[in-house]
């Protein structure tokens, strides 16, 4: 059995099943629309924040002061104002940050943008010193920053427009997958796990003759049967082509693959075969001509710095000081409406395995914990969690606490007693610890969390697996950047209240 990249037909196809051919996603045309859009609303924002800035500085538009400096030309901060507006557009151009492949998709985005605008500024810094133009500070103090931030939030507006419209079918990336069906299968579940991205799996092409009897039976792959992987990308009008068969292609036809799909538009992408690796754990060393994907070590000993842990404290003593009323409010409720504690006081295993009380509003009735053995038939939650959706152990305000995660405010005093983190891995009994395999142990590097990407990925409703793979991806690529949008995330999926139960 054998084939060919270039075309040559392959022998020996049984069982065919082409999947039906998916209209063309029309990625060039939504992207050049979306590209406009971004370049005029871009323009706005510009324009805007410089008129500010001479509104506010010089007290009008028509406000022609001249500029200040030892050259006998004497110009108007109303033509200055024009030429900068022009010159800033300029530089968001010549930095990229309108790039099809940049806009959209994420913090990269961002940081051109911020790049473009401080060289721009930079540039006027030094040209002011060596002609020593004397512009107005408080005229450049309002347009950089009013501006910078203005075309963040533009970009932050039309990214959640455009999430929006890929959830609901549009603005999407056609992907042809190359590679083996288990890598196949792992790049479109991630993919499926970010919607928002806008890739969608159009087709898989195995380029390995002995997977075909396997793949015949796996009916959740689109497999395409295709003689060369041109044809195949042609056949599902792909937009971008997912090699995952690196070892198979060589270099050599990785690169004829790069210039046979130039003409028909089509982009290329190469998975290294990694998961759940931060970008600031990735960069590219190339070596003669050979580029190496670096994987920095996993960075679990930051989350234990005293950076973090001088955060935890003061995150937390603020918390519970701006709260303390709300929690006041509710251990009276909880003591009027049922009896028993108003805190509800549970083992936890944290940091290297050593176990703590976690205190909690009680939202049980009392001895909740003896009828556990009673309703384990009913369990609803994934792998060692216990979870009941109409669990009758809860009483009526605890079901209000539960929704809001109003019971878990009492956590940030674990926090100031240094037992928990604000963020970090969701807090595990003793007899989930028990049944860790050596993998999930690595949870215990770090103190659990308040909040995590458990917390802000659906709770309740995660399976096991997911839950999992959340703190581990955690624990992994901690970062305080990635802490802070952790708990921006967690306020929205609180109001929301998604799995919670």
């Known amino acids: 059995m054998a084939f060919q990249l270039d075309g040559e037909q392959r022998l020996d196809r049984s069982v065919p099943r082409t999947p039906p051919r998916p209209q063309p996603s029309g990625k060039r045309r939504w992207q050049a629309e979306y590209g406009r859009r971004l370049r005029m609303t871009d323009a706005v924002v510009v324009c805007g924040a410089v008129a500010l800035a001479q509104l506010i500085r010089f007290g009008g538009l028509n406000y022609d002061s001249p500029l200040d400096w030892a050259g006998d030309a004497r110009i108007g901060y109303s033509v200055i104002s024009v030429l900068l507006a022009l010159i800033w557009?300029?530089?968001?151009?010549?930095?990229?940050?309108?790039?099809?492949?940049?806009?959209?998709?994420?913090?990269?985005?961002?940081?051109?943008?911020?790049?473009?605008?401080?060289?721009?500024?930079?540039?006027?810094?030094?040209?002011?010193?060596?002609?020593?133009?004397?512009?107005?500070?408080?005229?450049?103090?309002?347009?950089?920053?009013?501006?910078?931030?203005?075309?963040?939030?533009?970009?932050?507006?039309?990214?959640?427009y455009a999430a929006r419209r890929r959830r609901n079918g549009d603005y999407l990336t056609s992907v042809l997958v190359v590679g083996r069906r288990d890598s196949a299968r792992e790049i479109m579940r991630c993919f499926e796990r970010d919607a928002a991205v806008g890739y969608s799996v159009a087709g898989v092409y195995i380029p390995y003759p002995e997977d075909d009897a396997a793949v015949t039976a796996e009916s959740d792959l689109p497999i395409l049967q295709e003689s060369s992987v041109l044809d195949a990308a042609r056949a599902v009008a792909a937009d971008t082509v997912a090699i995952a068969a690196t070892e198979h292609l060589g270099t050599q036809g990785i690169n004829d693959l790069v210039w046979k799909l130039s003409p028909l538009g089509i982009d290329l992408v190469v998975t290294p075969g990694v998961v759940d690796v931060a970008d600031q754990r990735l960069s590219i060393r190339p070596v003669a001509n050979l580029p190496l994907l670096h994987i920095?070590?996993?960075?679990?000993?930051?989350?234990?710095?005293?950076?973090?842990?001088?955060?935890?404290?003061?995150?937390?003593?603020?918390?519970?000081?701006?709260?303390?009323?709300?929690?006041?409010?509710?251990?009276?409720?909880?003591?009027?409406?049922?009896?028993?504690?108003?805190?509800?006081?549970?083992?936890?295993i944290g940091l290297n395995g050593e176990p703590f009380r976690m205190i909690k509003f009680r939202s049980m009735c009392e001895d909740a914990d003896k009828e556990l053995t009673n309703l384990q038939a009913e369990n609803e939650g994934a792998g060692l969690l216990f979870k009941m959706r109409a669990d009758p152990r809860v009483t009526p305000i605890g079901r209000i606490l539960r929704k809001f995660s109003l019971d878990e405010l009492p956590q940030f005093i674990n926090v100031l007693r240094g037992e928990m983190s604000v963020v970090g891995p969701r807090p595990p009994t003793r007899g989930e610890v028990e049944r860790y395999d050596g993998k999930v142990r690595r949870r215990l590097l770090v103190k659990p969390g308040v909040t995590g990407l458990w917390q802000v990925s659906g709770r309740s409703d995660l399976s096991w697996e997911e839950s999992v793979r959340l703190d581990l991806s955690y624990v992994e690529n901690w970062s305080m950047v990635q802490d802070l949008m952790i708990i921006k995330r967690t306020i929205f999926a609180v109001a929301r209240s998604d799995g919670a139960y």
């Open 296 to 348: 920095e070590k996993p960075q679990y000993d930051r989350a234990k710095s005293f950076g973090k842990a001088a955060f935890d404290f003061v995150f937390a003593a603020l918390a519970l000081l701006v709260i303390s009323p709300v929690m006041i409010a509710i251990a009276l409720t909880v003591k009027i409406t049922s009896p028993g504690p108003v805190f509800y006081r549970s083992e936890r």
């Open 89 to 160: 557009l300029v530089f968001l151009a010549v930095g990229n940050t309108w790039s099809p492949p940049v806009i959209g998709t994420g913090p990269e985005e961002y940081r051109l943008i911020i790049a473009a605008t401080m060289r721009l500024f930079g540039l006027i810094a030094i040209i002011s010193l060596l002609l020593r133009m004397d512009f107005a500070r408080g005229y450049l103090g309002i347009a950089l920053p009013v501006g910078l931030i203005g075309l963040i939030l533009n970009r932050m507006a039309w990214r959640k």
